[in-house]
């Protein structure tokens, strides 16, 4: 099969060559011996990606490797009891191996794909959306008519977050540094957007009529002082990320005066080994697909064999919703 292995540790221009690979056998790192096979059509692209192209992301393989976390596409096979079976389209987390023609996912990872979305849809759906419910409802404890502030929420996992967020009842408040990622926030059904700058921390206060109840903060870097300053009583900020480049500390004295959490969400640590956890969020995320507040949306799409461009937006900051890689022809 066709396959974008990392072969060298040199960053996302250099880093992957195309090869012909043998296909793998029906086994996953997380569920030795018994995945679900399948036949790739999209395979989302996401920062660990562009963190192992340079080496830097805590799972390290050894070279050469197939990256990719997620995929969408047909199963080709699934072991006895799977929920998915055979000619199914699904949307499959596999950690590794998915910038390839086929992949495997453990069963508690592979979730039909509604008609409602097309395979590069179902290349975002597992991640970011997996992230953003687990932060949400699960770590922020978000409860109906809160409201919440996502930053980067132009990005794959904020724009996953403000549809989740929707779909738990809340109301939201995008963060975005220019007007295209503004119009972006919006397409996803942002409640109200706001523009990085001198004093979004007062216009946030403003909108929200005296502060959020959480935010949403897959960015970190020099903007959480005015997170923590955003929040109401009881308020909540989740670390997601460090897009931003630099981990912020907290002054806790800021929480006591003000009776405010910091939370963080590790989504793969706390997943990995708990498979029916996985489906009750899987589940969640289809009844969202169901009422239609979960559309993910698609950025930039390159062919498999150009998938150091598709890396390369992502460490630009360009990138807007989720990147995708077309492995088949439609
Ligand atoms: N905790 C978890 O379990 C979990 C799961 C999945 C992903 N993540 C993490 O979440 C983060 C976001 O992932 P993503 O896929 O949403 O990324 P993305 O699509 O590239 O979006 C990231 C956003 O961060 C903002 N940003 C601010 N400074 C930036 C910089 N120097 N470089 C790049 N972006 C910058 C940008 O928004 P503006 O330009 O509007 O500021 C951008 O839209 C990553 O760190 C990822 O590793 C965490």
């Known amino acids: 099969m066709r396959a974008m292995q990392i072969v060298r540790e040199s960053g996302p221009d250099s880093a992957l060559e195309l090869v012909e690979v043998p296909e793998p056998e029906p086994s996953n790192m997380l569920?030795?011996?018994?995945?679900?096979?399948?036949?790739?059509?999209?395979?989302?692209?996401?920062?660990?990606?562009?963190?192992?192209?340079?080496?830097?992301?805590?799972?390290?393989?050894?070279?050469?490797?197939?990256?990719?976390?997620?995929?969408?596409?047909?199963?080709?096979?699934?072991?006895?009891?799977?929920?998915?079976?055979?000619?199914?389209?699904?949307?499959?987390?596999?950690?590794?191996?998915?910038?390839?023609?086929?992949?495997?996912?453990?069963?508690?990872?592979?979730?039909?794909?509604?008609d409602e979305l097309d395979f590069a849809q179902g290349a975002g759906l597992i991640l970011n959306y997996h992230t953003a419910y687990f932060a949400l409802a699960l770590r922020g404890r978000l409860g109906k008519g809160e409201t919440v502030l996502v930053h980067g929420a132009a990005g794959g996992v904020g724009t996953a977050a403000?549809?989740?967020?929707?779909?738990?009842?809340?109301?939201?408040?995008?963060?975005?540094?220019?007007?295209?990622?503004?119009?972006?926030?919006?397409?996803?059904?942002?409640?109200?957007?706001?523009?990085?700058?001198?004093?979004?921390?007062?216009e946030v206060k403003t909108r929200s009529q005296g502060g959020v109840d959480v935010v949403f903060d897959p960015v970190g870097g020099d903007r959480f002082t005015d997170s923590l300053r955003a929040l109401r009583e009881d308020g909540r900020v989740i670390v997601v990320g460090f897009t931003g480049g630099s981990?912020?500390?907290?002054?806790?004295?800021?929480?006591?005066?003000n009776n405010t959490s910091v939370v963080?969400?590790?989504?793969?640590?706390?997943?990995?080994?708990?498979?029916?956890?996985?489906?009750?969020?899987?589940?969640?995320?289809?009844?969202?697909?169901?009422?239609?507040?979960?559309?993910?949306i698609v950025g930039e799409r390159f062919p498999l064999e150009r998938a150091g461009e598709a890396l390369r937006v992502i460490d630009e900051r360009r990138a807007t919703g989720k990147v995708v890689l077309d492995v088949r022809a439609a």
């Open 162 to 202: 403000l549809q989740v967020a929707r779909g738990l009842g809340g109301q939201t408040i995008a963060l975005v540094s220019d007007e295209g990622k503004a119009r972006v926030a919006e397409r996803a059904g942002a409640g109200q957007v706001v523009m990085l700058g001198e004093g979004w921390k007062d």
């Open 247 to 257: 981990i912020p500390e907290v002054r806790v004295n800021r929480l006591l005066l």
């Open 31 to 114: 569920t030795a011996g018994e995945g679900v096979v399948i036949d790739v059509h999209a395979a989302g692209v996401s920062f660990p990606e562009v963190l192992q192209s340079r080496g830097q992301y805590q799972l390290r393989p050894a070279l050469p490797f197939v990256p990719g976390s997620e995929v969408a596409g047909v199963v080709r096979s699934a072991p006895a009891g799977a929920r998915v079976k055979p000619g199914e389209r699904v949307a499959g987390f596999c950690g590794l191996g998915g910038f390839a023609e086929t992949a495997v996912a453990p069963e508690f990872f592979a979730f039909p794909l509604g």
């Open 264 to 296: 963080g969400a590790g989504w793969g640590a706390y997943v990995m080994s708990k498979p029916e956890l996985n489906r009750e969020v899987g589940a969640a995320i289809e009844r969202m697909v169901d009422a239609g507040t979960v559309r993910p």
